[in-house]
């Protein structure tokens, strides 16, 4: 996200077709207590049933279901067919669809850059709680190192001013009933090229190995160690997703090397699960110009299972999240308004498109704001923008 007003786009000819897919939703269970038959994009993905069975590894993202076989597949942990988000019952899947906001880190978009507040994560939790009571979202972004400013967290040190507290407020979020969340590693010190040249220094970080990290004297791996910090934190649970990153590069970096980087990453998440015998994740990847461009993944999606292909925009055009290869999830959208937004949720709803609002938080202009900023948790105003959020994510809410 880049902080300043976007012109709103209007939706009246939004196509409302429903994305084109060669996959089926049937999921066919497999025997045995090792790894679950490999799935593809024609019969859905196997799962794993009795012993220690997971869901089977589909080797692409348009096959199999998740964790090949070390550990059995929760209820209500979801994974991907084709083009498609699943959500396990134990045994099989059904298709699930995401509908929420993005909150900010206990930086507060700038507010706490310090983080001198005294328990910012009593804030955050208010203002989560009153979020998921009053506008019942089932799904919640939330950007670690969100405009951090010259204070640099890092969840592998930061332990008590930082991972600490946004554990506890991660694992409440998930507390709730059907809630999940996507944790995204907004910025790093260990990523490549963390500034846009626009006063953005952390919008536009690339996560980096040993061979490309930016000083190898204090990230000999990279990213690498901290994506295995936060499995570690989040191995049992099944309600958190993954982010890699932002917008990646900006619209500096190639698509090769942005996929690239994004597959290198999955797979460090992947090994880790493995390593713990944990389903895996659902992982968000990100996309090129700001992530408002994944149509090259469409055209050959990342190897591993359960990734998704995160876009962004201000508003996102049709054209840009519809794809019959790859499931979709649109990472930050808005300024629409009461004449756009209609059409363009309706567009999601026949496409089944998960989609997060930008932005609530009451103690930071970070424009488009779902509500007012008033310095207080307990004072949570909708602006204009968010009242119609309000009113799609109630309309919806089960």
Known sequence: MRYWPIAVMGFASLSLVACSGSDSNTQHPASGGGAGASGSSGSGGAIASGGSGGVAAGGSNSGGAGHGGTASMSRGWLYTVGNKIMVSNGTSGTQWMGRGVNIDDIYFCGWNYTLSQPSPEKKLETESASLIANWKPNFIRISLGMASSTTVSSWLTDDAKYKTPMIA?????????????????????????????????????????????PD????????????????????????????????????????DTIAAAMSHAVSVIRAEEDKLGVPHHLVS???NGWTSQIGFYDKKPLTQDNVVYEVHGYPPMSSGYTFANIPVIIGEYGTLDATSAPPFFADLETKQISNLAWDFDAFSDCAPDLVSVTHDETKLNATDWGKLVQAYLTKHAQ
């Open 169 to 213: 407020v991660i694992n409440s979020l998930t507390a709730n009933p059907n809630v999940y969340v996507l944790v995204t590693l907004r910025s790093d010190a260990s990523m490549i090229g963390q500034d846009m040249g626009d006063g953005d220094p952390e919008a536009t970080g690339i996560p980096s190995d040993s061979s490309t990290t």
């Open 216 to 255: 190898k004297m204090k990230f000999p791996n990279g990213t690498d160690p901290v994506y295995t910090g936060l499995v570690d934190a989040f191995a049992q649970n099944g309600s958190v997703l993954f982010g890699i990153t932002n917008e990646p590069g900006g619209k500096t970096a190639t698509d």
């Open 285 to 287: 990847v990100q996309g």
